[in-house]
C-alpha cells in the first residue's frame, strides 16, 4: 500500500491510496455494499460515477452465501465483479446489535444468526483469516462496540479487549496473508475506541499505534450522540493517529458530517445513508435534502442539483424523478443513488487542492442548512450506521 499526500489545508488533505487493486482519490467515501453489491448500482455504474473503493462485510459475507462459494470463484473480487479496491469490515457492529443473541468472551464472540439462528462463534483470527480468502485490498478487525451512555468502567473494559483481540488479530494477518501474492495480502488498520472518554481514547491510539499498522480508523462515533460531542470526539481522536498514514472514520454519510471528518483529517469514510435515503426519494443538494415525492416537484424541469455534473443530473429532471418514484420505477432509485454517490466529494478535493476548504465549508454549511431552517428540517441524523 502506498498513501500519497498531495495537497494539504490545514489538516484537510487530498490523497491518493493506492492499492493491490487501484487506486482511490481521498477524500474517499466507500459505498456499503454489505452482501456484495451495493444496492440499485452495478460495478460498471459505480467505476463510471466516480467511484473508486467500495465495502463489504465479512460477518453477512460468511454467513451468506458463504466463504466457501466465494473463494471457490476466486475471491470477492471476481465473485461480485468489481476490479476496485474493497474494504471489508469485519461485522463486528452487527454481532453487537444482536445484543440478546450474542455472548462477548475473551476468545471472541458467540451469537445465533439473525437469519436461521443458528449458533455461532467468532474468533479474531477467523475474522481476519476469512478476509484473506476473501481477497480484501483493507481488512477491518474484529472490534468491541459500545453504545453512548455507558459507565467508564465499561468503555474501558471493552477497549482493552479490542485492543488485546487487535494483537491477535496482527498475529493472524502475518501468518495467513504472508507469502500470497500482492492481490491477495490485505492492508490490516486497527480500530481506535474508548466511547467517549477522551483518555481512553487516547490510550487506544498509542496501543494501535504500537503496532505500526498500513491504516487507522475511528470507531464508536456517530452512534445517535449530539453533533456537538461527535465533533469534540472527532478532532481529540483525529489528531492522536500519524500523519503519513490513511485515517478512516467508520459509519458517516451525510454532508455536515462529512465535512467536518474532512476538516479533521479524515480520508475515508462510509455509511449506508446516502443509497438508503436515496432509494427512499431522498436526494442531496448544495440546498439541502430534497424529498421527491413531494407534489412541489411535479413540474419541475431542474436537474437534482442544477450545479453537479452526475449523469443523473445531466440527463434527469425533478419532474422525471418524481414521476419515476411515484411509478414504483427501479430506475427511479438507480438515478437517485447515482446522484447522492457523486455528490460533493469532488468539490471538497479541489477546494483543499486550493488552500480554500474552510471557506467552502462554511460557505457550503451556510447554504445548505438555509433550506432547511426555512421549510422547518433538521440535517439528517446518520441512520443505519453502516457498521
Not at 144 to 155: L, N, S
Not at 239 to 248: E, H, N, S, T, V
Request: net charge neutral.
Amino acid at each position: 500500500m502506498k498513501f500519497t499526500v498531495h495537497s494539504t489545508d490545514g489538516p484537510a488533505r487530498a490523497a491518493t491510496l493506492a492499492l493491490a487493486h487501484g487506486e482511490a482519490e481521498t477524500p474517499a467515501f466507500m459505498p456499503v455494499g454489505t452482501y456484495g453489491a451495493v444496492k440499485a448500482m452495478s460495478p460498471a455504474e459505480l467505476a463510471e460515477n466516480g467511484t473508486r473503493i467500495v465495502l463489504g462485510n465479512t460477518f453477512h459475507l460468511w454467513l451468506r452465501p458463504g466463504l466457501e462459494a466465494i473463494a471457490a470463484h476466486g475471491g470477492l473480487h471476481r465473485f461480485i465483479g468489481w476490479d476496485g479496491p474493497i474494504l471489508t469490515d469485519s461485522g463486528g457492529y452487527q454481532v453487537f446489535s444482536l445484543a440478546p443473541f450474542r455472548r462477548v468472551e475473551e476468545q471472541g464472540v458467540e451469537f445465533k444468526s439473525h437469519i436461521d439462528g443458528s449458533s455461532h462463534s467468532l474468533r479474531p483470527e477467523d475474522v481476519v483469516r476469512f478476509e484473506c480468502l476473501l481477497g480484501s485490498d483493507v481488512l477491518m478487525p474484529l472490534d468491541v462496540c459500545t453504545a453512548p451512555g455507558i459507565g467508564r468502567a465499561e468503555a474501558e473494559q471493552a477497549m482493552l479487549l479490542t485492543q488485546r483481540w487487535l494483537a491477535r488479530s496482527v498475529t493472524e494477518w502475518q501468518g495467513s496473508c504472508a507469502g500470497k501474492g500482492p492481490a491477495a495480502r490485505g492492508e490490516l488498520f486497527g480500530i481506535m475506541q474508548g466511547n467517549f472518554f477522551k483518555d481512553l481514547r487516547t490510550q487506544s491510539a498509542a496501543r494501535m499505534i504500537e503496532l505500526d499498522l498500513p491504516g487507522y480508523a475511528i470507531g464508536g462515533l456517530s452512534v445517535g450522540e449530539e453533533f456537538a460531542l461527535f465533533q469534540e470526539l472527532l478532532h481529540h481522536s483525529a489528531a492522536l493517529l500519524p500523519p503519513g498514514k490513511p485515517r478512516y472514520l467508520m459509519g458517516i454519510g451525510t454532508p455536515r458530517y462529512i465535512l467536518e471528518a474532512v476538516e479533521a483529517g479524515i480520508d475515508m469514510f462510509d455509511c449506508v445513508f446516502p443509497t438508503r435515503t436515496a432509494r427512499n426519494a431522498q436526494v442531496f443538494t448544495a440546498d439541502g435534502p430534497l424529498a421527491l415525492r413531494n407534489e412541489k416537484y411535479r413540474m419541475d424541469f431542474r436537474p437534482i442539483d442544477p450545479e453537479c455534473r452526475c449523469p443523473t443530473c445531466c440527463a434527469h429532471s425533478r419532474a422525471y424523478m418524481r414521476h419515476l418514484f411515484k411509478a414504483r420505477e427501479i430506475q427511479a432509485a438507480v438515478l437517485a443513488t447515482m446522484h447522492n454517490l457523486a455528490f460533493l466529494l469532488g468539490a471538497i478535493r479541489v477546494a483543499i487542492a486550493h488552500g480554500r476548504f474552510p471557506a467552502f465549508k462554511g460557505a457550503f454549511l451556510a447554504r445548505y442548512g438555509r433550506e432547511q431552517s426555512s421549510t422547518g428540517n433538521a440535517d439528517p441524523v446518520e441512520e443505519g450506521h453502516s457498521r
